[in-house]
Protein backbone atom coordinates (compact mmCIF):
# COMPACT_ATOMS: atom_id res chain seq x y z
CA UNK A 1 0.00 0.00 0.00
CA UNK A 2 2.64 2.15 0.75
CA UNK A 3 4.40 1.68 -2.40
CA UNK A 4 0.81 2.57 -4.23
CA UNK A 5 0.74 5.44 -2.50
CA UNK A 6 4.58 6.85 -3.09
CA UNK A 7 3.70 6.47 -6.78
CA UNK A 8 0.43 8.18 -6.79
CA UNK A 9 2.22 10.99 -4.83
CA UNK A 10 4.67 11.07 -7.67
CA UNK A 11 2.39 11.22 -10.42
CA UNK A 12 0.64 13.66 -8.82
CA UNK A 13 3.88 15.95 -8.24
CA UNK A 14 5.00 15.19 -12.11
CA UNK A 15 1.97 16.21 -13.41
CA UNK A 16 2.02 19.63 -11.14
CA UNK A 17 4.97 19.94 -11.97
CA UNK A 18 4.42 20.10 -16.02
CA UNK A 19 1.36 22.40 -15.20
CA UNK A 20 3.41 24.82 -13.59
CA UNK A 21 6.01 24.41 -16.11
CA UNK A 22 3.39 24.92 -18.70
CA UNK A 23 1.36 28.15 -16.91
CA UNK A 24 5.31 29.46 -16.77
CA UNK A 25 5.81 29.13 -20.35
CA UNK A 26 2.74 30.59 -21.15
CA UNK A 27 3.24 33.81 -18.96
CA UNK A 28 6.82 34.13 -20.59
CA UNK A 29 4.98 34.19 -24.11
CA UNK A 30 2.72 35.98 -23.15
CA UNK A 31 5.22 39.03 -21.49
CA UNK A 32 6.89 38.51 -24.64
CA UNK A 33 4.12 39.47 -26.80
CA UNK A 34 3.20 42.46 -24.79
CA UNK A 35 3.93 45.86 -25.63
CA UNK A 36 6.61 47.26 -24.06
CA UNK A 37 5.79 50.11 -21.17
CA UNK A 38 6.71 53.61 -21.30
CA UNK A 39 9.91 54.81 -20.19
CA UNK A 40 8.87 56.77 -16.39
CA UNK A 41 11.17 59.35 -17.64
CA UNK A 42 9.33 60.11 -20.88
CA UNK A 43 5.76 60.08 -18.85
CA UNK A 44 7.23 62.54 -16.16
CA UNK A 45 8.29 64.78 -19.50
CA UNK A 46 5.48 66.51 -20.78
CA UNK A 47 4.38 68.21 -16.83
CA UNK A 48 8.62 68.53 -16.84
CA UNK A 49 8.30 71.00 -19.92
CA UNK A 50 5.35 72.73 -18.79
CA UNK A 51 6.76 73.61 -15.25
CA UNK A 52 10.17 74.48 -17.49
CA UNK A 53 8.80 76.68 -20.03
CA UNK A 54 10.15 79.77 -18.22
CA UNK A 55 14.07 78.85 -18.52
CA UNK A 56 13.88 76.76 -22.55
CA UNK A 57 12.10 80.13 -23.49
CA UNK A 58 15.24 82.13 -22.01
CA UNK A 59 17.40 79.37 -24.32
CA UNK A 60 15.53 80.12 -27.46
CA UNK A 61 15.51 83.93 -27.02
CA UNK A 62 19.48 83.65 -25.68
CA UNK A 63 20.23 81.44 -29.17
CA UNK A 64 17.84 84.00 -31.53
CA UNK A 65 19.18 86.87 -30.35
CA UNK A 66 22.90 85.11 -30.44
CA UNK A 67 22.50 83.99 -33.95
CA UNK A 68 20.92 87.27 -35.28
CA UNK A 69 23.72 89.35 -33.65
CA UNK A 70 26.67 87.08 -35.44
CA UNK A 71 24.81 87.28 -38.69
CA UNK A 72 24.37 90.74 -38.22
CA UNK A 73 28.15 91.35 -37.45
CA UNK A 74 29.85 88.54 -39.48
CA UNK A 75 28.02 86.97 -41.99
CA UNK A 76 25.31 84.02 -41.31
CA UNK A 77 27.91 82.11 -43.12
CA UNK A 78 30.63 82.73 -40.81
CA UNK A 79 31.95 80.27 -38.49
CA UNK A 80 32.05 81.81 -35.63
CA UNK A 81 28.33 82.01 -35.27
CA UNK A 82 27.62 78.58 -33.88
CA UNK A 83 30.31 79.32 -31.50
CA UNK A 84 28.40 82.63 -30.17
CA UNK A 85 25.17 80.63 -30.04
CA UNK A 86 26.62 77.97 -28.02
CA UNK A 87 28.14 80.61 -25.87
CA UNK A 88 25.22 82.33 -25.51
CA UNK A 89 22.74 79.39 -24.74
CA UNK A 90 25.36 77.47 -21.98
CA UNK A 91 23.39 78.93 -19.07
CA UNK A 92 20.06 79.56 -19.84
CA UNK A 93 20.78 75.69 -21.02
CA UNK A 94 22.13 74.62 -18.28
CA UNK A 95 19.19 75.87 -15.97
CA UNK A 96 16.64 74.68 -18.24
CA UNK A 97 18.54 71.38 -17.68
CA UNK A 98 18.24 71.72 -14.25
CA UNK A 99 14.55 72.59 -14.12
CA UNK A 100 13.48 69.55 -15.90
CA UNK A 101 15.61 67.32 -14.12
CA UNK A 102 14.34 68.78 -10.66
CA UNK A 103 10.81 67.31 -11.65
CA UNK A 104 11.55 64.11 -13.08
CA UNK A 105 14.35 62.81 -10.49
CA UNK A 106 14.35 62.68 -6.38
CA UNK A 107 17.92 63.83 -6.51
CA UNK A 108 20.46 66.17 -4.78
CA UNK A 109 21.12 69.49 -5.82
CA UNK A 110 23.71 69.94 -8.76
CA UNK A 111 25.96 72.99 -8.78
CA UNK A 112 24.98 75.45 -11.71
CA UNK A 113 28.98 75.44 -12.85
CA UNK A 114 28.84 71.68 -13.42
CA UNK A 115 25.81 72.08 -15.48
CA UNK A 116 26.88 74.85 -17.30
CA UNK A 117 30.44 73.22 -18.40
CA UNK A 118 28.59 69.91 -19.36
CA UNK A 119 26.34 71.73 -22.06
CA UNK A 120 29.38 74.04 -23.03
CA UNK A 121 31.77 71.01 -23.69
CA UNK A 122 28.74 68.93 -24.96
CA UNK A 123 28.15 71.81 -27.66
CA UNK A 124 31.26 73.74 -28.01
CA UNK A 125 33.29 70.35 -29.11
CA UNK A 126 30.71 69.96 -32.06
CA UNK A 127 30.25 73.69 -33.20
CA UNK A 128 34.02 73.82 -32.49
CA UNK A 129 34.01 71.03 -35.33
CA UNK A 130 31.27 72.59 -37.48
CA UNK A 131 33.32 75.83 -37.58
CA UNK A 132 37.10 73.87 -38.79
CA UNK A 133 34.67 72.18 -41.17
CA UNK A 134 33.48 75.57 -42.52
CA UNK A 135 36.45 77.21 -42.68
CA UNK A 136 38.63 74.34 -44.38
CA UNK A 137 36.05 74.34 -47.25
CA UNK A 138 36.54 77.49 -47.96
CA UNK A 139 39.90 77.28 -48.30
CA UNK A 140 38.82 74.07 -50.60
CA UNK A 141 37.17 76.36 -52.71
CA UNK A 142 39.53 79.16 -52.72
CA UNK A 143 42.64 77.09 -53.72
CA UNK A 144 41.51 74.18 -55.18
CA UNK A 145 43.04 71.89 -53.05
CA UNK A 146 41.68 68.45 -52.51
CA UNK A 147 42.90 67.85 -49.36
CA UNK A 148 41.10 70.60 -47.85
CA UNK A 149 37.80 69.52 -49.04
CA UNK A 150 38.98 66.13 -47.55
CA UNK A 151 39.31 67.59 -44.22
CA UNK A 152 36.45 69.22 -44.18
CA UNK A 153 33.93 66.05 -45.06
CA UNK A 154 36.01 64.70 -42.33
CA UNK A 155 35.12 67.63 -40.06
CA UNK A 156 31.71 67.78 -40.70
CA UNK A 157 31.00 63.84 -40.13
CA UNK A 158 32.93 64.13 -36.87
CA UNK A 159 30.62 67.19 -35.83
CA UNK A 160 27.92 64.96 -36.25
CA UNK A 161 29.22 61.88 -34.14
CA UNK A 162 30.48 64.59 -31.63
CA UNK A 163 26.78 65.87 -31.36
CA UNK A 164 25.07 62.70 -31.45
CA UNK A 165 27.05 61.55 -28.36
CA UNK A 166 26.58 64.56 -26.86
CA UNK A 167 22.89 64.22 -26.98
CA UNK A 168 23.25 61.53 -24.17
CA UNK A 169 26.30 62.68 -22.50
CA UNK A 170 24.79 66.13 -21.95
CA UNK A 171 21.83 65.47 -19.77
CA UNK A 172 23.79 62.19 -17.46
CA UNK A 173 26.99 64.82 -17.08
CA UNK A 174 23.92 67.48 -15.87
CA UNK A 175 22.73 65.35 -13.19
CA UNK A 176 25.48 62.56 -12.52
CA UNK A 177 28.38 65.10 -10.33
CA UNK A 178 29.52 62.44 -9.12
CA UNK A 179 31.55 60.89 -12.27
CA UNK A 180 33.97 62.55 -14.52
CA UNK A 181 33.09 64.43 -17.72
CA UNK A 182 35.68 62.07 -19.68
CA UNK A 183 33.67 58.83 -17.89
CA UNK A 184 30.55 59.95 -19.21
CA UNK A 185 30.93 60.53 -22.46
CA UNK A 186 32.88 56.84 -22.80
CA UNK A 187 30.13 55.63 -21.64
CA UNK A 188 27.65 57.93 -23.58
CA UNK A 189 29.64 57.23 -26.83
CA UNK A 190 29.06 53.28 -26.52
CA UNK A 191 25.12 53.79 -25.03
CA UNK A 192 24.72 55.80 -28.17
CA UNK A 193 26.50 53.41 -30.53
CA UNK A 194 24.42 50.60 -29.31
CA UNK A 195 21.12 52.87 -29.23
CA UNK A 196 21.63 55.64 -31.80
CA UNK A 197 17.61 56.12 -32.83
CA UNK A 198 16.76 58.46 -29.69
CA UNK A 199 19.57 60.54 -30.47
CA UNK A 200 19.51 60.80 -34.19
CA UNK A 201 15.80 61.48 -34.02
CA UNK A 202 16.62 64.12 -31.41
CA UNK A 203 19.07 66.13 -33.48
CA UNK A 204 17.20 65.52 -36.68
CA UNK A 205 14.50 67.33 -35.18
CA UNK A 206 15.59 69.93 -34.18
CA UNK A 207 17.44 70.16 -37.09
CA UNK A 208 14.85 70.54 -38.98
CA UNK A 209 13.30 73.25 -36.88
CA UNK A 210 16.53 75.29 -37.67
CA UNK A 211 16.14 74.64 -40.97
CA UNK A 212 12.74 75.58 -41.44
CA UNK A 213 13.40 79.09 -39.43
CA UNK A 214 16.45 79.68 -41.60
CA UNK A 215 14.76 79.30 -44.81
CA UNK A 216 10.78 79.82 -43.91
CA UNK A 217 9.85 81.62 -40.98
CA UNK A 218 12.30 83.22 -38.47
CA UNK A 219 10.60 83.06 -35.32
CA UNK A 220 10.87 79.22 -35.73
CA UNK A 221 14.49 79.62 -34.46
CA UNK A 222 13.11 80.44 -31.16
CA UNK A 223 11.84 76.94 -31.33
CA UNK A 224 15.11 75.33 -32.08
CA UNK A 225 17.31 75.00 -28.81
CA UNK A 226 14.37 74.47 -26.32
CA UNK A 227 13.26 71.73 -28.88
CA UNK A 228 16.77 70.34 -28.56
CA UNK A 229 16.85 70.64 -24.46
CA UNK A 230 14.16 68.69 -23.96
CA UNK A 231 14.58 66.12 -26.67
CA UNK A 232 18.34 65.28 -25.68
CA UNK A 233 16.44 64.49 -22.02
CA UNK A 234 14.24 62.36 -23.56
CA UNK A 235 16.67 60.53 -25.66
CA UNK A 236 19.24 60.39 -22.96
CA UNK A 237 17.99 58.84 -20.20
CA UNK A 238 16.47 55.48 -21.54
CA UNK A 239 18.99 54.87 -23.98
CA UNK A 240 22.06 55.50 -21.00
CA UNK A 241 19.83 53.22 -18.56
CA UNK A 242 19.68 50.31 -21.45
CA UNK A 243 23.34 50.77 -21.03
CA UNK A 244 23.67 50.22 -17.31
CA UNK A 245 23.64 53.83 -16.08
CA UNK A 246 21.34 53.56 -13.21
CA UNK A 247 19.01 56.45 -12.84
CA UNK A 248 18.18 58.38 -9.64
CA UNK A 249 14.83 58.12 -8.04
CA UNK A 250 12.10 59.59 -9.98
CA UNK A 251 9.47 62.01 -8.26
CA UNK A 252 6.33 60.28 -7.49
CA UNK A 253 3.26 60.40 -10.19
CA UNK A 254 1.71 62.65 -7.91
CA UNK A 255 2.67 65.03 -5.68
CA UNK A 256 1.04 64.58 -1.89
CA UNK A 257 -0.99 67.69 -1.26
CA UNK A 258 -0.77 69.44 1.82
CA UNK A 259 -1.80 67.78 4.94
CA UNK A 260 -1.24 63.99 2.91
CA UNK A 261 1.60 61.65 4.55
Known amino acids: MSR ?7 AGSGAAGSAGVADATAAARAAG ?3 AAVDPVLLRLPAAAWRALAPLGVTGAAALA ?5 AALLGPASPLVPLLVVAACAVPAAWALGALHDRIFDHAAVRLRRRVLAVAVGAGAPAVL ?3 SQVTSAIAASAAV ?4 VLAFAALLLSAAVALVAVVAVPVAALRDDVGLRTVAVV ?5 VRRPLGPLAALAASAAVAWLGLTWFGGLLLLAAPLLVLLSVAAAWPVAAASGVALPPLVPGRRPARGES
Open 188 to 192: CAVAA
Open 146 to 149: PLFA
Open 130 to 132: LAW
Open 33 to 35: SAP
Open 66 to 70: AWAFG
Open 4 to 10: VHARTRT
